[in-house]
């Protein structure tokens, strides 16, 4: 009795092992609602981003790109954008982090009609790369979330 007790909480374990690895509690997805559509949240990050004097690499609207193929989806919008100075300081730490550099925003309409604003936490480089020691990743962490907390929040 107790040797099948035993092997069937062995057997549950290892079943039930690739649902637990799945859960992901360590995620450095960072989701803000937006009080704005998507195309109004994405042109209040562009102009905060370009009044900080940072460079915009690219915007890619992915609900556009899906149409120009006959395709639908939700409203969605991508901006690449950094900070030559502080991204390089991070990535003299570890080359590797280039990666993930330079940052990027996404802004969405998920199938519930709510607007997000969704970006990795730069704090999340630590985990990949070697950069633990760099000072540059929460200061870019800090600006990250002020600048996106302003662009989501309904101004009077």
Known sequence: MKSALYLSSILFFFIHLPVLAAEDTTSDIVKKASAYDVPTTMNRLVDIITEKG???FARINHKENANKQ????????VLIFGNPAAGTAIMKHDLLSALDLPLRVLVYKDFDGKVWLAYHDPKGLRTHYRVEKCMQVGKVS???????????????
Do not use: L, Y
Not at 70 to 77: A, F, G, I, Q, T
């Open 142 to 156: 800090t600006a990250m979330d002020k600048i996106t907390q302003h662009v989501v929040t309904k101004t009077q």
């Open 54 to 56: 940072m460079t915009i």
């Open 70 to 77: 006959e395709m639908n989806m939700p409203d969605s919008e």
